[in-house]
């Protein structure tokens, strides 16, 4: 493996989601998005299942670790204490000046995509389960891509909307859950670009 060094990076991200219940296909077999069932990433001329979620301000991965301590003699007769890493967290987060359904969506708490038709108010969960892909670029390469990556998690907002005279920030939060199918694939152009 080639180990490479990018000093002064400004990374650029791109962010699309799956909806699990999203069906393709209108024939039969259609697929279903779901924990069983990752659709290919999407393109330009194929976007497939995949949501654009705006232009992206910020984003980031997030580990969170919990520890516990251990103590007791050891086997030269001292008394010691040893922390322990037990679990870990992983989240994504990511914010966008554009408001989309989902941002509204998840603020208002409804049950199902905010579109042209009225929806039941407060009827819903605060959290969407979808796959996200992102896309780092290198903002000095002309957007030259960097890497991807697809997450499965439990999405979430940060904050609420909010009417106010600011521009809205849409600040999301994915709660990582394990899936295989699932990777981070570095741009095999990159690296010697």
């Known amino acids: 493996m080639s180990r490479f060094i990018i000093p002064g990076l400004i990374i650029g991200s791109k962010v699309s989601i799956a ?11 259609s697929k279903t998005v779901s924990a069983d069932w990752l659709p290919v990433p999407p393109t330009a001329e194929a976007p497939g299942p995949w949501l654009y979620m705006g232009r992206i301000r910020t984003s980031n991965p997030q580990i969170e670790t919990k520890t516990g301590e251990i103590e007791g003699a050891n086997d030269g007769g001292t008394y010691e204490t040893e922390e322990l890493q037990l679990t870990t ?7 966008s000046n554009y408001i989309t359904p989902e941002f509204l969506q998840l603020s208002f708490g409804l049950a199902q995509d905010w579109g042209t038709e009225q929806v039941v108010f407060g009827s819903g969960s605060p959290q969407i389960d979808v796959y996200v892909y992102t896309e780092w670029t290198d903002a000095y390469r002309d957007g030259a891509r ?27 939060e994915l709660s990582v859950i394990y899936n295989p199918l699932c990777k981070l694939t570095p741009d095999e152009d990159y690296a010697g670009a």
């Open 19 to 29: 909806k699990f219940g999203a069906v393709i296909g209108s024939d039969e077999p």
């Open 89 to 95: 967290k992983r989240k994504f987060l990511f914010a």
């Open 146 to 172: 960097i890497m991807s990556a697809c997450m499965q998690g439990r999405l979430r907002l940060v904050n609420p909307a909010k009417a106010a005279s600011d521009p809205s920030l849409a600040e999301f």
